[in-house]
């Protein structure tokens, strides 16, 4: 059933839910794009596996007690029960562990690069709500190249809101190593009624990992951990693995990077941009409010972020694959107008000339639609500019100007 669109579409929901942290702009501008990838990764694995177990679950309510097939009243009702444990009380606890196990993976890219220089304390929420055992962590302080971190970095369980701070070196005093270990064993023990420890799961770093969800989560199968994904340990004759392979196959038609809608119009068009942009830059702002303009007047725009790698970088054709087959493939226009693409220059001379023929030069080897910022030239002058440039064989088929927040077509083909 895995194969089938409606629950394909059910991981996909929950991958959109339980990815919306890793979206947020407080990560999404200081997280490394392999990090988001690779996080993006394990987020959709762990989905295809839940809704494994939904429909898992699911099946096994067709028959009643006596070994008969329930009617569809009685099973639709107890299949909303199954429904409501898996996507409501679990989702929820998976959405907060996804919210603060992004936030710690990526404060701990940013750790890794002091690198020991300064000391890592573990600090919890230290209110009346804290569990006993993560109290018990409150103040240890070691360096981040301690074992301890690399099994109690936070978050230690569901709904853990412990994090850890860099502290200046001698400000505190360095804790034991293994009586900080010894206590964290304790805070990540909770013996089930099978006898199972079931909060063992948590002894994982996100950001070493690389991963948002414990990789012995009960969701996946054994042996996960070794499998790299069918290319190590598939055994065809595992439901599991062949579950795996599926789920790995919907993967690849995902794009990790969605973009986040800015703004819809009632006129049917509507402004979009990726996280990972940074939006402080004074560029983006100005791409920003010529992309305004397109989506003001009923176009369809998604503003889009460069890739230093170009086409090698992994989200490169989710975004820009349209580009396949031109010559601007492996380049990464500004923004989308209804699935076109556009390239948006500024200047940065005092030459108006000079900088409308830079702008210019510049653009028509990003794309062949451009938006220019306005040098206060004449028409006349950059019609001969642009049309000098499709007579030396240069492919020009439109050419818009910006200014104060307005755009107009000056040239089309």
Request: aromatic share 12%; with cysteine; hydrophobic share 30%.
């Amino acid at each position: 059933m895995l194969s089938d669109d409606e629950p394909q579409e059910l991981i996909k929901e929950t991958f959109n839910v339980l990815t919306q942290p890793l979206k947020d702009i407080s990560v999404s501008q200081h997280i490394p794009k392999e990090l988001t990838n690779a996080l993006s990764e394990n987020v959709f694995y762990f989905s295809g596996f839940k809704t494994y177990h939904e429909l898992n679950e699911a099946s096994k309510l067709l028959k009643d007690d006596n070994g008969g097939i329930k009617s569809f009243d009685r099973f639709a009702e107890d299949v909303k029960a199954v429904n409501n444990t898996y996507n409501r009380n679990y989702l929820e606890a998976e959405y907060e562990f996804a919210t603060a196990s992004s936030q710690m993976a990526v404060k701990w890219k940013e750790i890794e690069k002091d690198g020991d220089r300064y000391d890592l304390q573990y600090r919890t929420a230290n209110d009346g709500l804290v569990r006993p055992e993560h109290a018990a962590l409150h103040g240890i302080t070691l360096p981040p190249s301690d074992k301890f971190w690399d099994k109690y970095y936070p978050p230690n369980g569901w709904r853990c809101r412990c994090t850890a701070v860099q502290v200046r070196k001698g400000k505190y005093p360095e804790s034991d190593s293994e009586a900080a270990c010894n206590a964290g064993e304790k805070a990540t023990t909770h013996i089930g009624k099978d006898g199972a420890n079931k909060a063992q799961i948590f002894r994982f770093n996100p950001g070493k990992q690389k991963k948002i969800f414990p990789p012995k989560h009960p969701y996946l199968p054994k042996g996960c951990g070794k499998c790299e994904f069918n290319k190590l340990a598939y055994n065809p004759n595992s439901e599991k693995c062949r579950a795996c392979k599926i789920i790995s196959e919907c993967f690849e038609r995902q794009p990790l990077l969605q973009p986040k809608t800015i703004k819809e119009y009632e006129n049917g068009g509507s402004l979009q941009y990726y996280p990972i942009i940074d939006t402080k830059t004074s560029d983006y702002m100005r791409i920003k409010a010529s992309a305004t303009a397109f989506a003001e007047q009923g176009h369809k725009v998604v503003i889009t972020p460069k890739f230093d790698g170009g086409k090698f970088c992994p989200d490169y054709d989710n975004i820009y694959g349209g580009l396949k087959g031109t010559k601007y493939y492996g380049k990464c226009p500004d923004f989308s107008v209804d699935g076109m693409w556009y390239e948006h220059e500024g200047f940065i001379t005092n030459n108006p000339k000079r900088a409308f023929n830079n702008m210019l030069n510049h653009g028509i080897k990003q794309s062949d639609r451009l938006v220019l910022e306005d040098c206060g030239l004449s028409d006349g002058y950059m019609l001969r500019a642009v049309n000098g440039r499709i007579k030396a064989g240069k492919k020009v088929s439109e050419i818009w100007i910006a200014g104060n927040g307005q755009i107009r077509l000056l040239y089309k083909n």
